[in-house]
């Protein structure tokens, strides 16, 4: 927590004076831990990427430190990284991650010397588009003797660290997680989901380089990411101690194994109830899959022949599930849909998640509960409990066939259910008599639902933890599941009769209701909006814009009476949304230079070579092509940017974003068609808002902060074009 307190004083983007002074902490520490500790500096260009947003490139500077081990196969890395967003001052993203290893350090350095080396990599960068990774991977030499990352991240202010993204080949690195982790928690569904989501941590690039490794994030609070709210006030201590267990057990575990064969089968994994963790190769997916789907058909067959199940009864029973299933995600966005609109402000949040989540969620699963139970009670009590089981466990067989083809690290999360459950099933068909309720029946029911309860309730706790609530709909069918498990004992409990379905469905709306009525913005819960300072060097005209919906009490002193609606992409033309603009006074400040050292025509294009400056040491600058232009080549500072004569999705022309550029400047280099006119627009970017000589602002309330931005939240803009 030191540590902590040392790196996340403020926020300390890359190209700041912050982001320096964090370095230099670095570097003191590690030293004082008796590390050869230095800044690896290097400048990383990327190409446009296919959202048709800028190239990002960057001048970064790495921490590193390398222990040399006793006997050495290949490397041991322990990453994270030490920038933040502007808006943010970065304890759980990443300065958890940061101080959890400058500790594993010094823990390490008191015990027996490891086998293997270890490198400490702390990245900068990260937070644009992952600049110091892709640095380390591509320059550095060490990067060659890398035998396996453990890499460490922060997505939100609290909950377990969870290890939610392995490399290819991953059954001995989760095995080896399993018995040395004091507490692992992971589930191959998690990264199997993650793989398909556009989200990426500088793990993504020592994947792409061939390392091997396992990724680390807690993710709790979410509301909490990449803004003020991500402080070491408001931190969870034992989110920061759980990625210290891992990172010194793990450290001490593959420190002493050969690093030369990490690799095997891939792996099914998870836990089943706390840190016990599950693991088998993913090549009994099928094997086990097959073998579910006969035993369903065995025990179908087995109750039809007893009289107790009939094919009539079993459609019955699969198109009640399918009815609950929809009346509750019908329900349930419907609900959650009302409420957003009673509950203002929270839509500038991260993934729009309000404060409230599990009052939100736990609502929101009573009332998909309930109007599932009220399908069961009501358009169903004519049919036997044993068929809407049944009919309810073949969604849970259908559900496993297409997750074991689609999505086959996921399909723990239907086979071991299932396969409770049909021994239940089998178990109550098998009774003498004909009734079900009988008290052993019961049990039995119980029993052979509670293991997936309690393997699909986590999994509901997790999602909403990490994705918030705009899937409701969708999550809605995990508790839909787990009451298709429970179908004889909702008959027992008297779902023939309105009366529990309705306690369950009012006890969800007074859930949603106290979340509504407690949606007030405070000082631990800060209700976000944003507004710039643009400066058009060229008019000498400046504006304050904001990309809120509308203006509040704060914001209304820039963008007040008289402010227009204005679509941002008229500062930077990939933006796809709009803000509230007001004129402002032009402020006393320097415009971008551009230099021209080279114009000169040859082999059938123009090639024209520019030297841009940001005279005032704005921390980042930005520059494209207006309107677009054909442009054959680019390079920045001899870096190609593109070479395939056509700047990516967006379309012709150049985009690009540079951070920490140095005072000299940077190097741009166009290749476009002969003769052609060539209109730059170039800007620099600052993390604050300008003084302006007779013009005071009221200073932004403690119960609000910035919208969580990069360019267009608290930062001044100033634009320059230029035309040759």
Not at 36 to 58: F, K
Not at 507 to 528: C, E, L, P, Q, W
Not at 586 to 608: K, M, T, Y
Request: aromatic share 10%; charged share 15%.
């Amino acid at each position: 927590m030191r540590h902590l307190r040392e790196i996340a004083r403020r926020p300390h983007p890359t190209g700041t004076e912050e982001n320096a002074r964090v370095r230099r902490y670095l570097v003191e520490q590690l030293s004082a831990l008796g590390f050869a500790a230095e800044v690896h500096s290097a400048e990383v260009v990327l190409g446009p990427p296919a959202s048709g947003g800028p190239a990002a490139a960057a001048r970064v500077e790495n921490v590193l430190a390398r222990l040399p081990g006793t006997a050495n196969s290949r490397a041991l890395v322990l990453a994270a990284h030490y920038d933040s967003v502007p808006t943010a001052p970065g304890a759980s993203d990443d300065g958890a991650g940061t101080a959890a290893l400058l500790e594993t350090a010094r823990a390490l350095r008191t015990g027996p010397p490891l086998a293997n080396d270890l490198i400490l990599l702390i990245t900068d960068g990260e937070e644009l588009n992952l600049l110091g990774a892709e640095a380390f991977a591509r320059e550095h030499p060490w990067m060659r003797e890398v035998g396996l990352v453990l890499n460490f991240e922060g997505r939100g202010a609290g909950g377990p660290s969870m290890m939610f993204e392995t490399s290819d080949g991953n059954g001995p690195l989760v095995e080896a997680l399993g018995e040395s982790a004091p507490h692992p928690i992971a589930n191959s569904l998690m990264y199997a989901v993650y793989r398909r989501m556009p989200n990426d941590t500088d793990m993504t690039v020592f994947r792409r380089a061939g390392a091997a490794g396992l990724n680390f994030a807690y993710a709790a609070r979410l509301t909490h990411y990449h803004t003020m709210l991500d402080s070491v006030e408001e931190m969870d201590e034992r989110s920061l101690q759980h990625h210290g267990s891992y990172a010194l057990a793990l450290a001490r575990r593959f420190g002493r194994e050969d690093l030369r064969e990490t690799r095997g089968a891939d792996a099914v994994y998870f836990n089943p109830l706390g840190p016990f963790l599950v693991c088998y190769p993913e090549a009994w997916v099928w094997p086990s899959t097959l073998a579910l789907a006969a035993l369903f058909a065995g025990v179908v067959v087995y109750g039809i022949r007893r009289g107790r199940l009939s094919l009539k009864g079993l459609a019955a029973g699969f198109a009640a599930w399918l009815a609950a299933a929809v009346a509750a995600g019908l329900l349930t966005a419907g609900v959650w849909r009302a409420a957003r609109s009673l509950h203002a402000g929270f839509e500038s949040l991260p993934w729009r998640t309000p404060y409230g989540l599990w009052l939100y969620a736990a609502g929101l699963v009573l009332l998909a509960l309930g109007a599932g139970w009220v399908v069961y009670a009501l358009p169903f009590r004519g049919t036997r409990a044993e068929n809407l089981w049944a009919g309810a466990l073949a969604w849970w067989l259908l559900l496993l066939l297409v997750t074991a083809f689609a999505l086959p690290l996921g399909s723990f999360l239907y086979a071991w259910p299932l396969a409770f459950a049909l021994a239940g099933l089998w178990a109550v068909l098998a009774s003498r008599g004909a009734g079900t309720f009988t008290a052993k029946n019961i049990f039995v029911v119980a029993a052979s639902a509670a293991p997936g309860v309690a393997l699909v309730a986590p999994l509901v706790y997790m999602f909403f933890m990490m994705l918030g609530l705009g899937l409701i709909g969708f999550f809605s069918v995990m508790p839909l599941l787990t009451l298709g498990l429970c179908v004889p004992l909702l008959r027992q409990a008297g779902a023939g009769r309105w009366l529990m379905p309705a306690v369950v469905l009012v006890a969800g709306f007074a859930f949603v209701a106290a979340a509504v009525s407690t949606a007030g913005f405070d000082a631990r819960r800060r209700k976000a909006n944003s507004v710039f300072y643009f400066l058009d060097a060229d008019a000498n005209r400046a504006r304050f814009v904001s990309a809120d919906a509308a203006p509040d009490e704060w914001t209304s002193q820039f963008v007040g009476p008289g402010a227009r609606r204005e679509g941002l992409d008229t500062v930077f033309p990939w933006l796809r949304q709009s803000g509230w603009a007001g004129e402002a006074p032009p402020a006393s400040l320097p415009a971008p230079g551009v230099e021209v050292l080279e114009d000169s025509a040859g082999r059938g294009a123009r090639r024209l070579r520019l030297r841009l400056t940001s005279p005032r040491g704005a921390p980042m600058l930005v520059a494209h092509t207006e309107p677009p232009l054909a442009v054959r080549r680019a390079l920045v500072n001899g870096r190609p940017v593109f070479e395939n004569g056509r700047a990516g999705p967006g379309g012709p022309g150049l985009r690009l974003s540079y951070a920490a550029p140095p005072r000299e400047g940077i190097e741009l280099l166009l290749e476009v068609e002969p003769a052609s006119p060539v209109r730059l627009v170039v800007q620099d970017v600052s993390y604050a808002l300008p003084e302006i000589p007779g013009r005071t602002f009221a200073p932004r309330p403690a119960h609000m902060m910035p919208v969580p931005a990069y360019r267009t939240s608290d930062t001044t803009i100033v634009r320059k074009t230029f035309e040759q």
